[in-house]
Nanobody
Framework: QVQLVESGGGFMQAGESLRLSCAAS????????MAWYRQGPGQQRDLVAS???????TYADSVKGRFSISRDNAKNAVYLQMDSLKPEDTAVYFC???????????????WGRGTQVTVSS
């Protein structure tokens, strides 16, 4: 099995910074894409940022210039540096990874349980 465990959420003031971490563990042959999603109260889960194994990145327009995603392939870990936090960033943040458990098997999406980020004005 594969598990994703997030850490780093908390209660912040607007303008502050926060770093989220997520590590994948278990039987992993290759981690293809790692990403962060978020889901605000009463909202759908949306992509925040993603990073491929080659290091290429994508960001939601709402976080460009404020958030930065990075990964450590050796640790199967992904990080989200969040700067200049705004109240609208309040959400549960979920780690996602597309993983091949074995060379001959297709890639599968795995999810963490989420970590709450609350930003107060």
């Amino acid at each position: 099995q594969v598990q994703l465990v997030e850490s780093g959420g908390g209660f912040m003031q607007a303008g502050e910074s926060l770093r989220l971490s997520c590590a994948a563990s278990g039987s992993i042959f290759r981690t293809i894409v790692m990403a962060w999603y978020r889901q605000g109260p009463g909202q759908q889960r949306d992509l925040v940022a993603s990073i491929n194994s080659d290091g290429s990145k994508t960001y939601a327009d709402s976080v460009k210039g404020r958030f930065s995603i990075s990964r450590d392939n050796a640790k199967n870990a992904v990080y989200l540096q969040m700067d200049s936090l705004k109240p609208e960033d309040t959400a549960v943040y979920f780690c996602n990874a597309r993983i091949k458990r074995f060379m001959a098997t297709p890639a599968t999406d795995y999810w963490g349980r989420g970590t709450q980020v609350t930003v107060s004005s």
